[in-house]
């Protein structure tokens, strides 16, 4: 069974209009991270929450914003998609021990038209 | 200089063949390495962390480690054709729990 659920697993949006990712999990995790990966690139860290801890990371667009109402759920909101936010949006978890192991949701593409 | 760096490849190799594939990273104070299997269109899964020097051994696929020279590689024995995906190096950020992930390697294995 799934343990990181991301929905929708596609996503098309229009320009300028804004768009909600969101990511569950099972694993009572204290850490959820967002990536965005493009193609053939590293994903790149965009935020995290330590519970509800926010961390942003220094280089992300103020385009970009995230909550975290409890444990289990985790949003990635848009507010002005530009083409160059299409991407595969990746969420992972990890329980913030010793050992940092990330597990990852099946992804969102996101598509801007 | 890149802080987790891969050959993009591709790297190809005939069925049954070993697949080597190899990641350096700069942050000396790493403790954690991972490497992540991706295949296109999908998300990364995690099939071998390292975290000590030497080898670790999982079935076909065994992780070396070498912190002195700041390099991690892996190994894939008997490689299938299902093997070819990228595979995804990650190493720790300053010990936290953020990682840092390479470009990728990617592995393509000829029937």
């Known amino acids: 069974d799934a343990m990181v659920i991301q929905n929708p697993r596609y996503q098309v949006t229009q320009f300028g209009k804004p768009v909600t990712l969101s990511c569950s999990q099972t694993?009572?995790?204290?850490?959820m991270y967002w990536y965005q990966q493009k193609s053939s690139q590293a994903p790149k860290l965009l935020f995290h929450?330590?519970?509800?801890?926010?961390?942003n990371e220094a280089d992300t667009p103020d385009n970009f914003q995230s909550r975290r109402p409890n444990t289990s759920f985790c949003f990635l909101d848009i507010r002005s998609p530009g083409l160059g936010d299409a991407a595969m949006y990746l969420c992972?978890?990890?329980?913030?021990?010793?050992?940092?192991?990330?597990?990852f949701g099946a992804g969102t593409r996101l598509s801007v038209l | 200089q890149k802080e987790v760096e891969q050959n993009s490849g591709p790297l190809s190799v005939p069925e049954g063949a070993i697949a080597s594939l190899n990641c350096t990273y700069s942050?000396?104070?790493?403790?954690?390495f991972f490497w992540y299997r991706q295949y296109s269109g999908k998300s990364p899964e995690l099939i071998m962390f390292?975290?000590?020097?030497g080898d670790k051994e999982d079935g076909r696929f065994t992780a070396q480690l070498n912190k002195a020279s700041q390099y991690v590689s892996l190994l894939i024995r008997d490689s299938q054709p299902s093997d070819s995906a990228t595979y995804l190096c990650?190493?720790?950020?300053?010990?936290?729990?953020?990682?840092?992930f390479g470009s990728g390697t990617r592995l393509l294995v000829r029937p």
């Open positions: 694993l009572n995790h204290n850490v």
């Open positions: 929450y330590y519970d509800k801890d926010f961390n």
């Open positions: 390292i975290y000590s020097n």
């Open positions: 942050d000396r104070g790493s403790q954690s």
């Open positions: 990650a190493v720790d950020r300053d010990s936290s729990y953020k990682l840092i």
């Open positions: 992972a978890t990890s329980s913030g021990g010793v050992l940092n192991i990330q597990y």
